[in-house]
């Protein structure tokens, strides 16, 4: 591996909590609460019950007990299902502009291994931050590839990251775990869920989870894997179209750790329709003719822009449609957990309202996430609305807002958020002691 990736991957092996500002301190606070949270509902989510009963049943037992699963298991099982819980509803953060899911993939490793090997829940916290500058840096160095979804084609990677992080692996055995991650990386073919609106989207950064965590353990005990996995003529920057590694070294290397550049979803559906519904809460459905919703051009935008339509697969078909998740903001002045199950998910008048309205991608196309504007025309009158991306780092979900989400999750949303809060302070007993406070089942 070049200079700069050695360079990069040796910041890493010490990165910790001390290397935070005040700001990215607080804002990992905030995503672990998040994610923790949303996944005390993960378990009624389509698809992850069956999952989580193989993982309780068929991939044997070990000395990890997470939350919200009645499994005791080997580390790179239990952080998988984490991640299946963690990513069940579609209501993780994201990197914008990266276009990556982190949480799923970077605290459910570290939390995992630490439970297993006796780390403290400082080795969790700098687990967590090196998953996650490693998830977005390397989505965004290699930018968007046609058929991939980047959470699960490059989450082994941010996974072997927050495992070789947490275990406190040297520069050497870190750069292993990357190398060994590889070939459970890169796959082009992580977006056909997505085309036939398959739950197993739920599932695929758990897979990758899994195999990034045991690519890790087994660099912990000497296996050595390929040393240039970042910048080798078939390591992953090989993916970049422009074949620029100066560039892309420029913006891996670049200062600031992404923990701060996440956006937590306020609603649960895909994140290029939040600005959308953002946009008209608060409107009136009554007497409304007909609506446009106007969204940039691009492929992201094309799958959620579509007339809406049930396509067999009824929670994706809704979570992926503008036309019907407008539809249900005007009809019912919301957009939660509740909007994905009966009666809402199957009501006949969110479905007649949504036919009445149309997406036009006519905004200027751009990388990341973009503002919506939305044309209401009620009779003899047009209503003109527009909204940024709610969530973003500019538009930054606080604390108690998080607490508010996670409450349609968890009994009680200010356990969560207090074991966050505690995280970098905790022992490795105090750490398992903290988590099983808040392990309780789902309402």
């Known amino acids: 591996m070049g200079e700069p990736g050695r360079d990069w991957v040796s910041e890493l092996s010490k990165a910790g909590e001390g290397d935070l500002s005040g700001g990215e301190r607080a804002a990992l606070t905030v995503l672990v609460a998040d994610a923790l949270g949303i996944a005390g509902a993960g378990r009624s989510a389509p698809g992850v019950a069956e999952a989580l009963s193989c993982f309780e049943n068929d991939l044997g037992t070990g000395p990890v007990r997470l ?129 036939e609106g398959s739950p197993a989207k739920r599932l695929q950064p758990a897979l990758a989870v899994q195999a990034g965590v045991s690519a890790a353990l087994m660099a912990a005990r000497g296996v050595r894997g390929p040393m240039d996995w970042l910048d080798g003529d078939y390591g992953i920057l090989a993916l970049r179209q422009d074949g620029d590694l100066a560039a892309a070294f420029e913006e891996i290397r670049a200062p600031g750790w992404e923990v701060a550049g996440l956006s937590l979803k306020p609603y649960p559906a895909c994140r290029y329709t939040h600005a959308a519904i953002d946009a008209v809460l608060g409107a009136r459905a ?13 492929q992201a935008y094309a799958l959620v822009a579509r007339p809406f339509a049930w396509r067999g697969q009824p929670v994706a078909d809704v979570q992926f449609s503008i036309p019907w998740l407008v539809a249900a903001a005007l009809h019912t002045g919301r957009v939660d957990l509740s909007s994905l199950r009966e009666p809402v998910l199957g009501d006949p008048a969110i479905e007649r309202l949504a036919a009445r309205i149309r997406v036009e991608q006519d905004l200027p196309a751009q990388v990341g996430m973009a503002p919506a504007e939305v044309e209401l025309h009620y009779a003899g009158t047009t209503e003109h609305r527009r909204a940024e991306m709610p969530g973003s780092p500019a538009h930054p979900l606080t604390l108690d807002q998080v607490e508010a989400k996670i409450a349609a999750c968890v009994p009680d949303p200010r356990a969560v958020t207090r074991f966050s809060a505690d995280l970098a302070g905790l022992g490795a007993g105090d750490l398992r002691a903290a988590l099983s406070t808040i392990d309780t089942q789902e309402h």
């Open 67 to 195: 939350p919200w699963t009645r499994a005791s298991l080997p580390a790179p099982a239990a952080a998988a299902a984490l991640s299946a819980l963690v990513h069940a509803w579609d209501f993780d953060d994201t990197h914008d502009s990266a276009v990556v899911h982190t949480s799923c993939v970077a605290l459910p490793s570290a939390l995992a291994v630490a439970l297993a090997r006796g780390r403290s829940g400082a080795d969790v916290a700098a687990g967590v931050v090196a998953g996650v500058q490693v998830l977005s840096r390397v989505s965004a160095a290699i930018g968007g590839q046609r058929g991939m979804i980047r959470t699960a084609a490059l989450g082994a990677l941010g996974a072997a990251a927050a495992t070789a992080r947490t275990l406190g692996l040297d520069e050497e055995h870190f750069t292993s775990a990357l190398g060994l991650a590889l070939p459970a990386t890169g796959s082009v073919m992580t977006r056909q869920v997505v085309a």
């Open 286 to 298: 009554d007497g409304l003719e007909s609506a446009v919703v106007h969204v940039p051009a691009g």
